[in-house]
């Protein structure tokens, strides 16, 4: 059974970077498709980042580019959230998410995923 617990989640002051870790067991992380999530309190859970199980191919929301960094260790079967310069809108409950190992796609929708930790807060604020 393949499983997802996120760490690192904390309060950090605006500007400030954070690194969020997703630690995956029951299945090689070299086969699955994971994305990072998160929902802000009143809204709905959206997608930031996804990290493709084929090629390690990323894709980010558009209001994350060039902030948040996705990436991957095979060995520790993890997978990381870089965010930098953060602000009072990356407070939020983060989410780690999985596709089933037959679909390789990165997708930044809920309905696409199949897996889910039961999520790590963040809070940016002075």
């Known amino acids: 059974q393949l499983r997802l617990e996120e760490f690192g989640g904390a309060r950090v002051q605006p500007g400030e970077s954070l690194r969020l870790s997703c630690v995956m067991t029951?299945?090689?992380?070299?086969?699955?498709?994971v994305g990072w999530f998160r929902q802000q309190p009143g809204k709905e859970r959206e997608g930031m980042s996804c990290?493709?199980?084929?090629?390690?191919?990323?894709l980010y929301q558009e209001s994350v580019k060039g902030r948040f960094t996705i990436s991957r260790d095979i060995a520790k079967n993890t997978v990381y959230l870089e965010m930098t310069r953060m602000n009072s809108e990356d407070t939020a409950t983060y989410y780690c998410?999985?596709?089933?190992?037959?679909?390789?796609?990165?997708?930044?929708?809920?309905?696409?995923?199949?897996?889910w930790g039961k999520g790590t807060l963040v809070t940016v604020s002075t």
């Open positions: 990290i493709s199980a084929s090629d390690a191919s990323t």
């Open positions: 029951g299945l090689g992380l070299e086969g699955v498709t």
């Open positions: 998410a999985a596709r089933i190992p037959q679909f390789k796609a990165c997708k930044l929708t809920t309905a696409a995923m199949d897996y």
